[in-house]
């Protein structure tokens, strides 16, 4: 009985130093010392992977597509004919915006699927953690998206269709249609956040109770499909919330 | 570890049963849906993804708060 209660407690230790943020440098900037935790320098391997690959992939466009050049236009393409038939005329400044956080959002929740494994008493010296799992990374897309909800509807819309809509459909919704500006980028922030945490740390516990055949074949659901389908709802809520501003 | 904190958290997780439930009943709703009319398969799909979105948040909530009560 007590050897169980001393296992479980060296497995939430082991879980707690997992959800750890590890600081890799400090940079000193005019007295203040500002901490570069792994979330960041995760950040930078997906803009990088981001930035080099829309560098290599367009170059030498053709006509005709072929090759890699399918692909990508198969990307742009989906993801622009989404927001048109979504948000309408008004698609193309939103398309920038929503479209990037898509594919970082896309490559970032798969990276704990490319992290080495601990097995065989082999110690990995990195582990890909995906940046998404710090609450403050979704908390930032979050909030600049409900920005550019307010921001355009006041835009498009006009001061006063703006303050009118907080009274539609009947006047008693007012409550409600404020509270919706603080709940809607909280939940967007939280189910991210939460779910790709959740992901992680089922992944932590399998990789520490069973590391031999296992997590590479979770991975697949918890990494790549759970992934992908956050990265489709953040985009997709998130094009609603400006549709429905702007409309 | 205080073992209230424990059970504390096992009671924050039971919010997916109700997630659960959610999302299955809108899953069943929706393939009903398509088998009746094919043709708006797109929209409703995009009104379901929509629907389970909303529906796993409080399943989401309540993980958050267990994490929060777990190891803070």
Known sequence: MTENVEHALTLGERIKEALAFKTVFTVHVAGLSIPVTETVITTWIVM???IIASLLLTRRLTEVPKGAQVLVEGIVGGLNDFFKNQIGHNWRIFAPWIGTVALYLGIANLLGFFSPLPVFGFEPPFALKPPTRDINVTAALSILTILIVIVSGIAIKGVRAWLKSFVKPAPFMLPFNILEYF??????CLRLYGNILGAFIVMELLAMVAPLFLPPIASLYFDFFDGLIQAVVFTFLSTLYIAEAVE | MNPMIAIGAAMA???GVGAGIGIGLATGKAVDA????????GKIQSVFLLGIALAEATAIYGFVIAMMALFS
């Open chain 1, 183 to 188: 709940i809607r980028p909280l939940s967007l």
């Open chain 2, 34 to 41: 398509i088998a009746r009319q094919p043709e708006a398969s």
């Open chain 2, 13 to 15: 997780v039971l919010t």
């Open chain 1, 48 to 50: 990088a992977v981001l």
